[in-house]
């Protein structure tokens, strides 16, 4: 029987995304259980297991089709090993989580970091289709990124490549990161930074719109809404963001001359009103051969970039 | 008959570096020919060719016994054409050089940007020895990089990855590059950056003992010694540029986790002067976890990097 299921779990630190994924990357069913993460989330492979085991049965799925399960989490993965070092939201250190679910299931698994995932899930089937160098950046509460290079997910030594968000942007003078850096560039691009960085352009600015919000309330689309009214304190927000945001993309892209640069996230709703001046901000900093051989997208799959991201780490490795 | 000589050829602006290597690395002869950039370059194939089978015959080596040529060339290289896009200090553009010296010697060539196959060499066989993840730098003249990422060279879509030299490090008010932008690293960390600042520090301090040397013969060594030697004017130089340069280096190590960091080239002659204060700043700059996976070397193959890279891309490609 030909092996053409593919069974995806990408874990958050609230609920766990579960899809039974076709090899054409169809999705037959997604949905979603929470994330228990009592006793450093010891149970959430067996969570994992059930959950997948009653939707196989209820689909009428044969397991001999099922080719294996790909998963993802947030934090320091082995991919050959499936060995979790760290994923802080989740609770787990030095869990072996890939032998675990492996044993419970029956099925190969195979696992990576979320951001990597979501990467592979917009170059199989989303905006950074079929590129064979690609950078995916995702832009939230804080900035996550994944980096594609001769076809494959970089992972380096120890887990921690594509980790954008901790490049640093500002030497001397920056914004304490939850890394315990400063001045990197999930400090200015998320969506928490740049609400950090308006409510300070609001002080050196008379009359911005943004004083009507209370400081508590404000958001990074407030931000965006604001500047595209033409707010001044807004607007320079938006302005330094790009510039370094581009700036960090294009000294990326001088070390691995990507064809696709793809842009998710919550922040990246902001559309063209992002990407125009990040493509500005881009061209100024990057090489011209560099910057000639480069497309920018918005990232396509949502919220399915990491089941299909997950589901395409099976097919990789049938 | 066994394949177990490899040729190469590492081409620069004023020589060709010529060697017939062994499958262990062992180098049985290396030699140097002029570049004749005369003509857009047109006849270097040929006389590579002549070079190497006059000595082939000299050595009394079987052809039969060669595997193929690997070739560098400072520019941006199609590797798996071995079409060269533009090589401007030999003159070369748009140039089928790896298909011509195929044609002529009869032997398979590889051809690659020569700071990849320095990278190469010193991973095969020098300071970066069996890293699967590896970053290189030469700094001489200018800045030039090698990335090894999943054990291969990046090249990127268009042969433009690992340009480290032309990372942006100063956003607004760097001194302009020779590649049309401001503010690269190579500005900065090359020989010529390094009395570019000098000669600024000098200015803006008094009593320097680098004011003794005539300012067209300053070199980037006379810097380090003058710091070596305590004084200010050259030691705040170094420190900038270990500190941008460490900088520089933890952002790209955030984004592919090597484990082993390889610094050559002319300026790497400083020893512990240069690598001590650039480990400091790297630590300061990389996420915590990516530093400890990290070892800093010297380059150890010198001028024979590129050959031995040559050589490994041969035996690789095999």
């Not at 090993?81 to 032998?99: D, L, P, Q």
């Not at 595209?228 to 938006?238: H, K, P, R, S, Y």
């Not at 011209?288 to 395409?312: H, P, W």
Request: charged letters at 20%; aromatic letters at 6%; proline letters at 3%.
């Amino acid at each position: 029987m030909e092996k053409d299921i593919f069974l995806a779990a990408d874990i958050g630190g609230t609920t766990v995304k579960l899809a039974i994924i076709k090899a054409n990357g169809e999705i037959v069913k997604k949905w979603e259980i929470r994330t228990d993460r009592e006793n450093g989330g010891e149970r959430i492979p067996e969570d994992i297991h059930h959950a997948l085991e009653a939707s196989l049965e209820e689909l009428h799925i044969d397991k001999k089709q099922v080719a294996g399960i790909g998963a993802g989490a947030p934090g320091f993965v082995d991919p050959n090993s499936g060995f979790i070092h760290e994923a802080v939201n989740i609770g787990w250190k030095n869990y072996n989580f890939g032998a675990i679910l492996s044993e419970l299931t029956g099925f190969p698994v195979w696992v990576d970091n979320d951001a990597n995932l979501a990467a592979l899930g917009e170059k199989w089937l989303g905006a950074g289709e079929g590129a064979r160098e690609l950078i995916a950046i995702t832009l939230g509460t804080g900035v996550g990124g994944g980096i594609i290079a001769n076809g494959e997910i970089l992972n380096g030594v120890n887990g921690t490549a594509g980790e954008i968000g901790h490049i640093t942007v500002v030497p001397e003078g920056g914004a304490p990161c939850n890394c315990g850096k400063t001045g990197c560039l999930e400090t200015l691009a998320s969506a928490t930074g740049i609400v950090r960085l308006a409510k300070k352009s609001i002080e050196n600015t008379h009359g911005s719109i943004l004083r009507n919000i209370p400081s508590d309330q404000l958001t990074a689309k407030d931000v965006f809404e604001a500047a595209q009214q033409g707010d001044e304190a807004a607007g320079t927000v938006i302005e330094k963001v790009t510039d370094l945001l581009g700036m960090t993309i294009a000294n990326l892209a001088i070390a691995i001359n990507p064809e696709k640069i793809v842009i998710g996230g919550g922040v990246s709703q902001a559309g063209s009103q992002l990407l125009d001046p990040l493509k500005a901000a881009y061209k100024k900093y990057a090489l011209r051969r560099t910057y000639e051989a480069t497309s920018f997208g918005l990232a396509k799959l949502g919220n399915d970039a990491g089941v299909i991201g997950a589901a395409f780490l099976v097919k990789a490795n049938q």
